[in-house]
């Protein structure tokens, strides 16, 4: 046997925004709105609610902290990368004599407009750098024991 609780009723003020968007769920899923916004009202309302949504920060937080790492990474490729480039380039390249250091001078902007281009293209077909350095460099790196 069945036992049928009285439903009490209650006056509640939503934002249009949320009444909209409780119409539409609503009738999406063929339901009242009143079972909806029972039904979301009890589940705000469970001890384990409380629980759910701490799951559900820690895992965005997780997400973010692994994007992160993967950002920080990123950089110090970058940056190391640019400090080999820089040291090799300052070693190799001898000053030029004035009369073709004008003349290099002159052509330094082409030869920018070369690089920037190249880099657009790199940039949107990629492989990315980052992909082509293996993600256990750091690992390979690290004694045995440390982390």
């Known amino acids: 046997m069945t036992r049928h609780r009285k439903k ?3 006056t509640i003020y939503l934002d249009p925004d949320v009444t909209t968007a409780l119409a539409d769920f609503a009738a999406r899923r063929d339901r009242s709105q009143s079972m909806i916004a ?3 009202i009890a589940s705000f309302l469970s001890p384990d609610d409380a629980e759910r949504r701490e799951a559900v920060v820690v ?3 997780d997400q973010l902290d692994r994007r ?3 950002l920080e990474r990123d950089v110090g490729i970058a940056v190391e990368s640019l400090a080999v480039f820089i040291r090799f380039w300052v070693t190799t390249t001898p000053a030029l004599p ?3 250091a ?3 001078k002159a052509k330094s902007a082409e030869r920018y407009e ?3 281009t190249a880099l657009g293209r790199r940039l949107a077909q990629g492989p990315k750098l980052r992909q082509e350095i293996s993600e256990d460099v750091d690992g390979a790196h690290q004694p045995a024991g440390s982390n």
């Open 114 to 116: 070369a690089f920037i």
């Open 59 to 61: 895992k965005r937080l």
């Open 68 to 70: 992160m790492t993967r």
């Open 102 to 104: 004008k003349a290099a």
């Open 98 to 100: 004035e009369p073709a």
């Open 38 to 40: 029972e039904a979301a």
């Open 8 to 10: 009490s009723k209650i």
